[in-house]
C-alpha cells in the first residue's frame, strides 16, 4: 500500500528533526530511553512493517506526540508541515482537560471518524506502545487493551486490514509470552 502525495519530501526530514527537539529531554517510562525514539519507531512501523510510504502519514506519525506532550500546538504544526499533517497529529492528541473516562470515550469518538491514515498511525503506535512493554517486562494488561480498542476502530477498512492483522497477531504473541 504505497500511496503519494504533493507533500513536498523532505518535509519527513524537518517533522523527524522538529520532533527530536520537541521531545528533547523527555524520557520513555524505563526512564533511559529518550522518548523521541517512541515516535521514531511510529514512523518505521508504517514505513517498515504496514508498507505505507506516504509522506503525510510518516511526518505524523514522528510528529503524534507532539501536542500532546510538549509546548507544539496545532498552529505550529500547520504553519511547519501543513493542514493535513496537523490535523492528524491533533486527532491523536488526547484532550487531557477532560477526567480519563471522558478522555478516553472521547478519543475513541474522534478516530473513529478519523480518515484511514490517522487509525493506521494509531495502530502503529499502540504496536511499539506494546513491543516496548513487552520488551521492558511490564505487564502489557493496559496496552493490550488500547491495542484492541486500536484494531476494533480500524472496522473493516481493507487498507487497514494488514496493519489490524499485525497488531491482533502481537497481541497474540504478547499473550502466549512468546514476544
Known amino acids: 500500500m504505497n500511496e503519494s502525495t504533493n507533500v513536498p519530501i523532505d518535509l519527513w526530514q524537518r517533522a523527524a528533526s522538529f520532533a527530536a ?15 523521541v525514539a517512541h515516535p521514531f519507531r511510529v514512523a518505521m512501523t508504517v514505513r517498515q512493517l504496514f ?71 494509531k ?14 517486562n511490564k505487564s502489557p494488561d493496559k496496552a493490550v487493551e488500547k491495542a484492541r480498542r486500536a484494531i476494533a476502530l480500524a472496522g473493516d477498512d481493507p487498507r487497514l486490514a494488514a496493519a489490524a492483522a499485525a497488531v491482533k497477531a502481537l497481541i497474540e504473541r504478547t499473550a502466549s509470552g512468546t514476544c
Open 51 to 121: 508498507n505505507v510510504d506516504d509522506t503525510a502519514v510518516l511526518c505524523a506519525a514522528l510528529l503524534h506526540d507532539v501536542i500532546e506532550d510538549t509546548p507544539a500546538d496545532y498552529d505550529d504544526l500547520q504553519a511547519e508541515f501543513g493542514a493535513e499533517v496537523a490535523d492528524m497529529v491533533a486527532c491523536l492528541t488526547k484532550d487531557m482537560r477532560l477526567p480519563e473516562p471522558e478522555r478516553e470515550v472521547e478519543y475513541d469518538r474522534r478516530l473513529a471518524a478519523a480518515t484511514w491514515k490517522t487509525r493506521l498511525i
Open 123 to 136: 495502530l502503529a503506535d499502540v504496536y511499539d506502545n506494546l513491543c516496548d512493554l513487552t520488551a521492558a
Open 21 to 35: 527537539r520537541s521531545h528533547q529531554g523527555q524520557l520513555r517510562k524505563d526512564g533511559k530511553t529518550p522518548y
